[in-house]
Each structure stands twice: as C-alpha cells, then as structure tokens.
C-alpha cells in the first residue's frame, strides 16, 4: 500500500468527486480511530485485507456539512462526522435520545471520543460497534450519498449487510444519521458489558426504546451488538412484548426469544455462552428498567 | 507506630516531592528512546515465526541487499553467542543461579518471538523491510506447552539437556502426615495462575554507540547495568570496554530484568561502527519479552479446632518458558514464602520448573510470592469457614511473630507486625456498603503477605555509593542506582540530607552509569532502598563524621552536642555558637581531610550446601502486610466492581512518605489486576493476546482510591529500620479481592483472574442452570 | 509526501510527511518533540496525548496530515518551571509521578477535563482520565492532584 495523497474537502461536493474518479479508491477517514490502527496492521504485515491498494486518503473530518447536529423535517439529524464527545455531551440527544448519548459516552475512552465520529462507528461494521444498537432502538436512518444521484436514505436496519459490510455502494459515504423525533422523549436504556470500564470492546452492549399505552407496550425496538456477525434487532422479543403488561416476568419471558437473533462466537474476550447468558440476562434488566421509567 | 505521627527526622519520613517529579511533569526528562545522537541507525529484530522448530538454513542476501541496510546479522556473527550469565550479580554462587543466555537463536527456536537475525538500516521502515527480506527455513517441531506435560519422560525436550526440568526444590520441617493427622479440618485445592505482561508504559528500548575513548557504549531502559558484563563477554571484549547507562525508566517491575535490547545494540554499534537504535512496538514487547510464572499449585492444609494450623503440605509445577533465566530463584522464592507468615509446625514442599515451548519466564513483581499468597490465602479463608471463625480471627491464632520459625526452619530476626496489620486493614472498610440493585451482592475479603526485600543469601550481595561536599557546600551523590520510578535515586539524596543536614535541593544524584557512578547493584528484589540506601547512609556518615570533628575543633565544644541542619553546624545549648557547613567544608579542604567517601554496604550470605532441601536463612528479611478489600458482583454478567481497598504494611520507616504509600497505592492495583483482569493467553506457544486492547490493565475508572495505611516499626535492615515495600505491596493484593469475591457470591473460585465469565459459569454452575438458556432474575426482596 | 506546518506550543514548525504517518511518530522523530510519548501506537495507553486545537487526543491515531494548520499542546506548553499549570505543581506535590511515562499525557488528559468541568467529582476524574494508563501509581495520587489543581485558584486567573 503506498498512500500518495491526502486531500482534506471543506464541501461534500469536492469529497464526492474524488469519491467518483475512476479507478480510485480512497481511504476515508475521520476520526481515524478504527482506520489508524488497521493502518499500523497492515504495515506490520504488508497488504490491505480486501485486496485494495489505495492511492489517496480522502479526510471527511471537516467537512462543514458533516459536522454538527440539528432538527430537521421531524428527524434530529447529526452529521456523520460529529464526534462521540459532541454527541455524548449534546443537550438535544440526551433529553430526546438518551440511548444515543449513553451509547457515545461509553465508546473508547475521553481520547478517543474527541476523534471517533458516529459515521465512522458504523461505516466500519464492526459487530461490537457501540452507537449501533442504540440507533438502532432508535429507529434511525442514514443517508448516504454519492457522486450518482442524489442523496438516499435508508433504514438502519438494512445497512449492515454482513460481518464488516454495509450496504455502502462504490463512490459513496454516509453524511448524516436521523433519528426521528415524533413521540420523543421516549423511555429508554442502553448497556454495555465490556471486561473492564473504559477503553473496552463490547462483549455484549443493548439499548431499548419502548412506549406505553396506559401499562401496556404499544412499541419496542431492541437493538443488540456483539453477538452476531452484524448488529441486529431482536425482533422476536419485540413482537413478543407487544400488547403486554411488562412485568418483571414478562421481561425476562420475552428476552428469552433473544437467541433467535443472536448467534455469537467464541473469542479472546469470552466464549458463546457467556454471551448467549449475558446477551438475555441484559436485555431482560433493560427491558424492566426501561418499562419501570415509562410507567412514572 | 503509624507513619502518621509526627516524623522524629528532619526529612526522612518527610512528605517530600521528589527532584525527578519536575523534570518528568514537565517534560525535560529524557527516557531511552527521546535520546538522539546525531547518524543513528534503526534496528530490528526478526523474530522466530515458530514455538518450536529447528532452523535449518538463514539467508541473509536479499536482505543485505536492500536499500539503506548497513548490517544483516545471524547468530554466528556474534563472537560469543551463548554465556552463562550471573544476571548482574558479582559472586558464583553456583546450584542453577547462572543460566545460559543466549543471544541469537541458531540451530533451534524455542519460543515463538525468539531473535533470530538482526538488521540495522537507516531507516526504521528500511529495517522492517529488510527483517522481512532474511530467508528462515524451519523445521517445525511439536513442541510441549504444558509444564506437566512437559515433565513426562517422552515429552518434547525444549533445550539441549535430557529433561526439561530446570530445577526442584524441597521443603520438610516436622512431619506432615502426623500433622494432618491431628487436624479437626483438612483443605484442599488446586490453584492456577497465569502468564502475565508487566505492561510498563515505555517499551525497550536503547541506543548503542562507539564513543570518542573508543569504549562501546549503551544506553538502555534497564533495570540492570551490571549486564555490561555479559554483553562484553559476548561481544569478546574486557568489562572495562563496556559501558552501559540507564536513564530513568518508564517503569521496570521485572520486566528489564533480563538484558533486552543491549546484546542487539552492542553487535550492530560494533559491526556498523554507527551509533544505533532498537525501540520495540508494543506488540513486539509482548510478544518477546519475560513473563510472569504460571504456576499450578496443588495446596492442602490443616488445622485443629483451636484454630492452629497443624500442616501444609504444596506441591508446586512452575512454567519457565523457552529458557530458563530467572525460574530457579524465583521457583526458590515460592518455595519459601509457600506457608505464608503463618506459624505452621509441619511443612512439606515440593516444586519444580520446566521448560516448555510457551514465552520465557522471569522476574515480576513479587518473584514467586503472589503465586503462592494467592494460594495460601484461598486456603486460609476455607479453613476459617470450616472452622466457624472469621477470616481475620482465624489469621490472628497463627501470624508468625519475631522470633517464629519459616518452613525452612529460619527464625524471623526483625519486626514482623502483620498481626497490627490485619487488624487496621479490616477495620479501614468501615461500614459495609449496601447493595444497589437486586442483581449486586457485596463482599470483603482480606489476604496477608510475606515478600523478602534484598537478594538471595547466596548471592553474597553488595552495594556502593559515593557522597561527597564540593567547595560551595552543594553535595553530590554518585551510585549505579538505575531509576525505575520509584524514586529509587530520590531516596538516596533524602538520606544524605537527612545526615548531612542540607537541603534536598543542594543535592545532586548521579546513577546508573557503569564507568562513572560506583555500581549500586540492580533494582530488583526491592533491595535498593535496603541495600543502596545502607551504603549511602555508611558514605554519608564518614563524610558527617569528618565534617563534625572538624566544627569540634573550630567551635571548641564536644562533637557529642553538634548537630548539622539547614546548611548549618548547630551546637545543642548554644545558639550563639554556629557556623556555616561550607566553611567546615573548605577548612577540611584546605587540610587534606576527606570530604566525600565511598560506603559499601554487604548484605548477610551464606553459601549453597549440598542439600535436598531449602534449609536455614534465604533472604536477608521480609516486610509483612494486609489488603482488604470490598467487592460488589453483579450476579447477571458476573462483573465485579471493586469499591474499596486497603494496603496496610509495615514499611519500618518510610523514608519519602509520598513515595512509599505510592508504592503501596501502585501495588495494591497491581495486584488487582492480577486478580480480575490480566492473562496473557497463549495456544500452543502463540501469544494470542498481544495488544494492550486484548491485554487488560486496570484504568482509572476500573479502580477505587486505595487507603494506604503505614506502621513503622523501625524494625527493618534498612536505613532509619525501614524494610523494603515495592513487592510486598503487591503480593497480597489480588486474594484479598478473589476472597471478597468468594465471600459475595459463596463459591471460590481457584483459577486467576476471575473474568466476569468465569464467575458468571460458577453461579450458573451452582443453580444448576450453567446448560440452559433461561435466568431466574433474582426478585428484590422488601 | 505532504508538506505540512502545526504550531506546536504555538511556535509554527514545518516538515515533509508521509501520508500515513501519524502525528505521534512526526512530533517525536521529524520534530524533536519527544516530551510526547509513545506507549503502545493503537490509542490503547494514553501515553500520546496531546491537545489538537484544545482537545486532548491520541497522537498515535491521528494522522500527522489531519493535524495540518492546527495547534498541538504538549506538556511544555501548559506550563513550565517558571510558570506552571497548577496540575504539574499539583502532580509535583502530591506524589502523582513515579516512573513519570504516563505524566506528560495524564496531564493533559486532566487539562482538558478541567476545561468541560471545573469541578469534577472523583469519579468524574477517573472517568476523565480513563484513556491513560498509569501502571505504577494505582492513580489514587493522580486523582488528588486534579482534584486539588481544579480547586486551585490560579486555574481561575488562566481561564479568565
């Protein structure tokens, strides 16, 4: 790999074209905290993973329209290159996604949450990848965009395509992440179970969102991470809960669906089991704290 | 008795901030790889790809051939490739103490990340490059990466002897099956403990060069300087050609025990005739450098209903790794401290070595004694409950008092406090904290430690250092001691003003520099203090003795009523009589008497005796404390965080209060992370977690304050009676967590550290429920 | 290769890079900045830190190309023995530095904690100072010391 070019756009129109030259394909980098040390492997060892061998490094870090978080057309809308830090700290997102702004507070540590961008998090697929669950309990969407065509949105939920594989096409980024803002502030709890209390890779993180009818659940989305190839939405428990009381015992029943959608490994940090035990046992404390909130 | 009473010193036991806290908070301290000089060359090292193999041929050509590649080096370009080393000691002891070291692998590897070619290159990515380009052909070999396997008669032999047993020891004192015999109670168990990382923050790293007297010169992150010996051995030159400086270190804790970068750097200055610099990734330093012993210690212990303990009897099989090095004083270590600083009548231990293909083992932090105090402290808290009495009552029937036997049958000469030590830690948790949540359970727990400071008996131990006045009255302070950041130079310069009755700040110290500072011996085996603090306190004091006859005869009065302080001769009863120590100094000048002095200090030796078994004195004395701690568990993810902890020991005297209650705070979490976090996982020889992402050391926000609490008996070898601290604080840490831990969730775990899934499947396995997919939530009770 | 210019403690400083070299390896090795260190290169120890335009970050995961026209603070450049930060003579004179590797980045690190919040609690210290591995001290003293310099008086008179 020998990186010639560093190009630094301060408009979406100039990265866009550069995404669009043929035959190039740039290494995109914001924040650089999953990109950098993936670099520094890869020069230990020699080549990229997939084969590619990139000439230019594309940096969308400051690019104006990417930064930043604002409402908009009923979505709270953040830009793809806004930090953890910004969003974690964000008054908006914290009183009207708190899920998000736990979730971005929990990513790496201080450090890196001045660097790691929300786009970045989830450009990269990684199955642990900690925003993920928690928009996804969002029910957020992104929008991409690319040198062809305008602009497209697309549900969270059919981004990740598989294990490190998004639905990003050739030539196209992720600009910004909606979450949408009828019915908000909405009852919610995200957790991360990671081997220690900062700078950790999730062995199991959830978030919930869920809304109440009088006492019983009208809707629920539980977004899971680390334990399957992508992350998932635990559909099952969801259905599950709906037009239910949600009782203690109703929580833990319905988070015992959970191992329909999960499907994890064996790994340096924990085996299988551990986290098909930890994976309901979490969604389960989420589920009835979530509801205990919604119900006060 | 507690350092908390007002110090009886001018400032010894005084808060002091350390001289070498300015330079390093801002920014001027200059560690191994921030030294530049001018041509420097960059070093790699190609490391072998396999655990166990044999090499059957290195090309070097295509490698040599790249550009900016100044030398391309394989074992048979050094002039002496293997040496038995004394490990920077002065005196042959003989029975296992030297080792082989060798530099370069040549005909076999024997675990993987062993040297096998060295490249020198003008740039650091030329040298990458051209490590890449050297051509090994190996011939992998099966290998054996269990130490029991490895003990079996047709296991795989690591190295070129018949066995792979690198040493046994034994222990008997009274007869251990009458004691069992006589006991009302009888434990059991099997302990495992893991390869650990020691993490220091600064990698290896070095710069070697040439220098204008022609004498070759490396300046290295080491804790030993006296490995200037070995390297001239192997480079085929005399000592006194070889110079070896350490700057401070980024921390040591065992790690730079060893030689790691110097023999490398040595070869490539000398063959390129460039200075040269070698830097590990961290990555590599996992990879390459000691480890911790993973030991399997198989423990049964008893007791009478009077709460005596009757017998101990341990049986411990300790993984040395691809080569020997430090395994047998640590194994020895373990084998003496195996009973802990309890009283126990009958004692019967037996341990042993082995090589195996898994990464080489050596000196960490405790040097065997948190194996065996992880051990023996499990052990103590099963009889207690068996017995029907608390952990600390039941601790409080057996400590060893002065006076009392070890296994080995030594009596304990100085002050040994560990009962006092109990009692203050256990009542430093205070109230216990309630749960708060119905998932959390909370517990306590404590462990008491033994943990030798200064070296093996056998190793006739000794240490040197110069203190001297200059004209102006300033003081300087030469000794080889190497800075590992604990203050370890700091502390001579407090001694010295404490004699010679000047302030910290007129005081110079330099150290750790084989040709100009009197070598101080290494820093290790928490013998500096003890040993270099001795020899400064002898320096200090003939140079004090000189300084007061003198004023004696100026002032006309006895020396009895003289004192020095604040850069004054003071006479007791006579304000009027004083003068300035500057002008003592010029007169002594003036007259031919000597103003500086060099002090050594001999440590208590004995010599090795043919014997089957570990008998008499090993360590010149041991420090004795007590941490406790409190837990909570969550019973869903089986996380433990940790909400308290206490360090309480008996320090003798601490010389820099801030520095010792440091090293108390610094060891306390040392060992929690032995205890929670820290494993480096090996398959078949493979360091699997080579990273600092994979590796886990504690943050700040995984970690309560620590509580230190100091008593001083005044009762140690060292100077001012302090004993040494930077082990012992660490060696108890991690039972008494495991122990809070155990008593949160009622099962005892034996196998370190308690990840949160290991204590997850011991409650799963309990309920019954470790094979299904559906948790009971645990209802709150009103 | 890329020409580039940072203000390092506010002076302008020039250099060639590559691409792909980060900034911790540019300011320790093309630039003489060694005061800023380099633990484990993958953001995992915190030995790197340094403030990009105020922020404290990893040097070791930013590319030394995205710090082009911006600020890098180190350690010399919040204070010095003339004048210095009320962390570093807290650090000093609590006993908060041991082998002193981790200093440099735990400072900053603290600095700009100290700047999103005057008056941390100690957990929110910890929290803080997460990113920084400290493996002699057991950060007990590093807690007191930030605690202390964010009391401090002249932390006031700085910001003002």
Known sequence: ?296 | MSADETPRYKVIGHAVPRHDARDKVFGQTKYADDFVVPGTLFAKVLRSKHAAAKIVSIDTSRAEAMPGVRAVLTAGDVPNNETTSKFGQTHSAGGGFEGLYRVLADKKVRYMGEGVALVAAETLAQAEEAARAVDVVYDPQPGVFDPIEALKPDAYRVGEEETNVVCAYKVRKGDVDAGFAQADVVVEGEYRVPFGDHVYLEPESGTAWIGDDGVLTIRASTQVIEHFRDIADIMGLPHNRVRVIAPMLGGGFGGKEDITVEAYLALLAYRTKRPVRLTYAREESILAHSKRHPYVMRYKTGAAKDGKLVALDAKIISDAGGYPFLSPWVLLYSVVMATGPYIIPNVKVDAVSALTNNTFTSAYRGFGAPQVCFAYESQMDELAEKLGLTPLEFRMRNYLHTGDELGTGYALESAVLTDQTAERAWEALGEPTQPRSPDEVIGRGIASGMQSYGRLVYLHDSSRAYVGFELDGSVVVRSGVQDIGGGQASSIAQITAEILGVPMDDITVYFGDTALTPLAGTTTATRMLYMSGNATLKAARTVREAIVAQASEMLEVDPERIDLADRMVRVEGDEEKSLPIVDVVKACASQGIPISNLGQFNAPSRDLEKSDCVIGQIHPDYTFGTHAAEVAVDTRTGKVTVLKLVAAFDVGQAINKLSAQGQLEGGTVCGVGYALLEDVKMDQGRTVTCALDTYLVPTAADMPDVEPIMLESRGGMGPFGAKGIGEPASTSGAPAVTNAVADAIGIRLTELPLTPERILTALKEREGSAGQAVWERVTETA | ?160
């Open chain 1, 1 to 296: 790999m020998k990186l010639e070019s560093y190009v630094r756009p301060a408009g979406l129109e100039e990265a866009l074209a550069v995404l669009a030259r043929p035959g190039v394909r740039p290494l995109v980098v914001a924040g650089g905290t999953d990109l950098v040390p993936m670099m520094r492997k890869m020069r230990m060892n020699g080549t990229l993973p997939n084969g590619d061998d990139p000439r230019v490094v594309l940096d969308l870090s400051k690019l104006d329209d990417l930064c930043g978080i604002r409402e908009a057309g009923g979505m709270l809308e953040i830009g793809a290159a806004t930090t953890m830090g910004v969003i974690a700290a964000d008054p908006s997102v914290k009183k009207l996604v708190p899920v998000l702004a736990a979730a971005a507070a929990s990513v790496g540590s201080p450090l890196v949450r001045n660097r790691a961008t929300v786009g970045g998090n989830l450009v990269t697929a990684s199955p642990s990848a900690d925003t993920a669950p928690a928009l996804l309990a969002a029910g957020a969407v992104v929008r991409l965009a690319g040198a062809q065509g305008g602009p497209r949105e697309l549900p969270l939920t059919e981004f990740f395509v598989e294990y490190r594989k998004t639905a990003l096409q050739p030539g196209e980024i992720v600009t910004h992440v909606l979450v949408p803002l009828a019915g908000r502030p909405i009852a919610g709890r995200f957790e991360k179970v990671g081997l220690r209390n900062a700078d950790a890779i999730s062995v199991v993180c959830a978030a919930c969102e869920i809304e109440l009818d009088g006492s019983t659940c009208r809707a629920a989305r539980i977004g899971l991470g680390a334990v399957a190839a992508v992350p998932v939405r635990a559909l099952a428990v969801e259905a599950a809960l709906l037009g239910r009381e949600i009782t203690d015992d109703v929580a833990a029943e319905c988070a015992g669906l959970v191992h329909e959608h999960i499907s994890p490994i064996d790994d340096v940090r924990a085996s299988a089991r551990y986290r098909g035990w930890v994976a309901e046992a979490v969604v389960a404390r989420i589920i009835t704290d979530t509801a205990r909130e919604a119900r006060a």
């Open chain 3, 1 to 160: 290769m890329q020409e580039i210019e940072i203000q390092v403690n506010g002076r302008p400083m020039r250099t060639t890079v590559a691409v792909d070299e980060t900034l911790v390896d540019v300011l320790r090795h093309k630039l003489g900045i060694v005061e800023v260190k380099n633990g484990c290169g993958q953001g995992d120890c915190g030995a790197c830190t340094v403030l990009l335009d105020g922020e404290a970050v990893n040097s070791c995961l930013t590319l030394a190309v995205q710090a082009d026209g911006r600020q890098v603070t180190t350690t010399r450049g919040l204070g010095t023995a003339e004048d210095p930060h009320p962390l570093q003579t807290a650090f000093i004179e609590h006993g908060a530095v041991q082998c002193g590797f981790c200093s440099s980045g735990m400072i900053l690190a603290a600095a700009s904690l100290l700047q999103q919040n005057a008056a941390p609690t100690r957990d929110e210290i910890r929290e803080g100072i997460s990113g920084n591995l400290c493996r002699c001290t057991g950060y007990t003293k590093i807690v007191d010391a930030i605690e202390e310099a964010a009391m401090a008086e002249a932390l006031e008179e700085r910001s003002a």
